[in-house]
C-alpha cells in the first residue's frame, strides 16, 4: 500500500449495482496494476446467506471493475478495502473488539490506499452511527452509537447517514436511513458538540483525495450536510474541497450562500426500481392492446436488467428479488394471453417469442425462469414439449 494514492468513498447505497461501476472503475484505475484488494464481509457475517452476498460481490467487481477481490483478508497493508451492506452495530461491535477498527482508522490517517465504505459500512464512518436495526427493525428508543469516526483524521466532526433520501416506505417515511425526520430530529440534539449530519442519497458517492483534498459527488443523487435549522445540499457533479465541507459541517458558511462548482452535467443513473417499474407500465400498455409483442419485449428488457443487476447485494425493497418476483408475475399474465386469440399476430406469434425467451433463459442456465416460462404457457392452454429438434408446442384446447 506505500504510495498508493489515498482515496476515501462514501456510498450511500448501490455499491455492487450497475450505477456505481465507474465510480468503482476511477477508483481503481489509480491504484495501479495487480492491487490487493480485500473485502470485509463483517456486516453481514450473521446472515445464512453471507457467503452468496460475498460470491455476488466478488463476481461483481472481477467482471464490471477488473478487480480480484479476497473476502476478510488482512486490512493492513490491502491497496484497496470495501466493506457495504448489513448490520452497522454488528460490525462496530466486531471491529472495536479486533485490530480491524484501529486499521481502517490509520489507512485515513496515513492517507494512503483506497477505503470504499458503503451503506451499513459508511454508517460506522462518522463520530456517531445510526443503529438502524434496532431502532426501524426492532423498535428500540431513537439514539447514537459511538461510530469509528475515520473522518476524524480528516477533522471532520459528523454522523454519516447513507440511504439518506430512501422511499421504500411509501406510506411512511424512510428517508435518513429509515429513520424518518421525526426520529432524526429528535437524534440531532444528542450529536457530539459541534457535530453534523452527512447525509447520502442512494446510488450517490462522496469521493475524497486524501492527498489533494479535492471531494467530489457522483452518482445520481445528492450528499447533505444537516445542523439544525440549516442544511447544504451538493448534487451529483459537485467538486469541492474538504475546507468548504468542513465549513459546512461547522455551520460557518449559510445553506443559501453555498454555489458548489458542478464540474460537468452527472448523467441520471436508472435504477432496477425504476427499470422495472418502467417494464411493469409497458407491459400492462401491450396487454390493453392485445400486444403480444409489445407484452414480450418488455419481459424480455426486464430479464436483461435482472440478469444485469444480478450481483446487487442490496436485499430491499427495489432490489433484484423484488425484479424477480415481478418478472415471473409478467410471464405468468404473458402465459395467460395465449388464450386471447384476438392477441396482435396471433397465438403463434406470441408462443414463439415465449419459447425464444424461454430458450436464451437455458443458455443462461436461468432453469427456474425457464420452467416458470414452460408452466405460464401451459396455464394459457399451451403445451411445450422438448425435442431433439428443438421445442415444439401445440394447443391443449386441441387436444
Not at 450497475?18 to 456486516?43: C, F, I, K, N, Q
Request: hydrophobic residues 40%.
Amino acid at each position: 500500500m506505500p504510495g498508493r494514492p489515498g482515496v476515501l468513498v462514501l456510498m450511500g447505497s448501490g455499491e455492487t449495482s450497475p450505477t456505481m461501476v465507474e465510480v468503482h472503475r476511477s477508483v481503481v484505475h489509480r491504484l495501479g496494476a495487480a492491487p490487493r484488494a480485500v473485502l470485509l464481509d463483517t456486516p453481514y457475517a450473521f446472515q445464512e446467506n453471507a457467503a452468496d452476498i460475498s460470491a455476488r460481490a466478488r463476481g461483481y467487481f472481477a467482471r464490471s471493475v477488473g478487480l480480484a477481490v479476497e473476502v476478510g483478508g488482512e486490512v493492513g497493508g490491502a491497496d484497496w478495502v470495501f466493506c457495504g451492506p448489513g448490520s452497522p452495530t454488528f460490525a462496530l461491535d466486531r471491529w472495536t473488539r479486533t485490530p480491524v477498527g484501529g486499521d481502517l482508522r490509520a489507512r485515513v490517517r496515513a492517507r494512503e490506499g483506497a477505503t470504499v465504505l458503503a451503506s451499513a459500512a459508511a454508517c460506522t464512518a462518522g463520530v456517531a452511527t445510526v443503529p438502524v436495526y434496532e431502532i426501524y427493525k426492532v423498535g428500540a428508543e431513537p439514539h447514537w452509537r459511538p461510530g469509528l469516526d475515520l473522518l476524524g483524521n480528516l477533522d471532520l466532526q459528523v454522523a454519516v447517514i447513507p440511504h439518506y433520501d430512501n422511499t421504500e416506505g411509501g406510506t411512511h417515511d424512510t428517508r435518513y436511513c429509515y429513520l424518518g425526520e421525526r426520529r432524526l430530529a429528535r437524534m440531532e440534539p444528542e450529536l457530539p458538540p459541534g457535530a453534523a449530519v452527512l447525509g447520502i442519497d442512494e446510488h450517490t458517492a462522496l469521493i475524497v483525495d486524501l492527498g489533494t483534498e479535492e471531494v467530489l459527488v457522483a452518482g445520481r443523487g445528492r450528499v447533505t450536510i444537516r445542523r439544525p435549522g440549516s442544511q447544504a445540499v451538493l448534487p451529483a457533479g459537485t467538486g469541492t474541497d474538504l475546507d468548504e465541507i468542513r465549513r459546512l459541517a461547522r455551520g460557518e458558511t449559510a445553506a443559501a450562500a453555498v454555489t458548489p462548482q458542478v464540474t460537468s452535467p452527472a448523467p441520471r443513473q436508472i435504477t432496477l426500481e425504476e427499470v422495472t417499474r418502467s417494464c411493469e407500465e409497458r407491459f400492462a400498455a401491450a396487454l390493453a392492446e392485445h400486444d403480444a409483442d409489445g407484452a414480450t419485449r418488455a419481459v424480455l428488457d426486464l430479464e436483461a436488467e435482472v440478469t444485469r443487476w444480478g450481483a446487487d447485494t442490496e436485499e430491499d425493497e427495489g432490489g433484484v428479488e423484488h425484479a424477480r418476483d415481478s418478472l415471473r408475475l409478467l410471464i405468468a399474465k404473458l402465459g395467460a394471453m395465449a388464450r386471447t386469440p384476438s392477441s396482435r399476430g396471433g397465438v403463434g406469434c406470441l408462443v414463439e417469442a415465449v419459447l425464444a425467451l424461454r430458450g436464451e433463459l437455458r443458455r443462461q442456465e436461468r432453469y427456474d425462469l425457464a420452467d416458470a416460462l414452460r408452466a405460464a404457457l401451459l396455464n394459457g392452454g399451451v403445451l411445450v414439449e422438448d425435442t431433439p429438434g428443438g421445442p415444439r408446442w401445440t394447443s391443449t384446447a386441441t387436444r
